[in-house]
Nanobody, 121 residues
Framework: QVQLTESGGGLVQPGGSLRLSCAASGSFLSIFNIDAMGWYRQTPGKQRELVATITRGGSRNYADSVKARITISRDNTKNTVYLQMNSMKPEDTAVYYC????????????WGQGTQVTVSS
């Protein structure tokens, strides 16, 4: 089993910056089988949407709406993925969920509990 623990959420003013962190913990084999990690977000009345993902090899995928303002990175040694968000807008307000896909072995998806990000004056 893998547990994903998010941190770094909170209140930020428009134009400000925020960095989210997600650390994966669990058995060696479970973590070893993880390939892609990333972030999704969800607001009331909307479906959960992809923000950014990154594979173990470093291939990145961004949503078009955030590509110019967000950078996803990963430290495989620490089993941690980061989401650096700059020039934040009120539209970025959402619950952000960390995700990990175990594709190198038996397929399985892991989700964090979510962290609230609020962009407001």
């Amino acid at each position: 089993q893998v547990q994903l623990t998010e941190s770094g959420g909170g209140l930020v003013q428009p134009g400000g910056s925020l960095r989210l962190s997600c650390a994966a913990s669990g058995s060696f084999l479970s973590i070893f089988n993880i390939d892609a990690m990333g972030w999704y977000r969800q607001t009331p009345g909307k479906q959960r949407e992809l923000v950014a993902t990154i594979t173990r090899g470093g291939s990145r995928n961004y949503a078009d709406s955030v590509k110019a303002r967000i950078t996803i990175s990963r430290d495989n040694t620490k089993n941690t993925v980061y989401l650096q968000m700059n020039s934040m807008k009120p539209e970025d307000t959402a619950v952000y969920y960390c995700h990990a896909a175990a594709d190198l072995g038996p397929s399985r998806d892991y989700w964090g509990q979510g962290t609230q990000v609020t962009v407001s004056s």
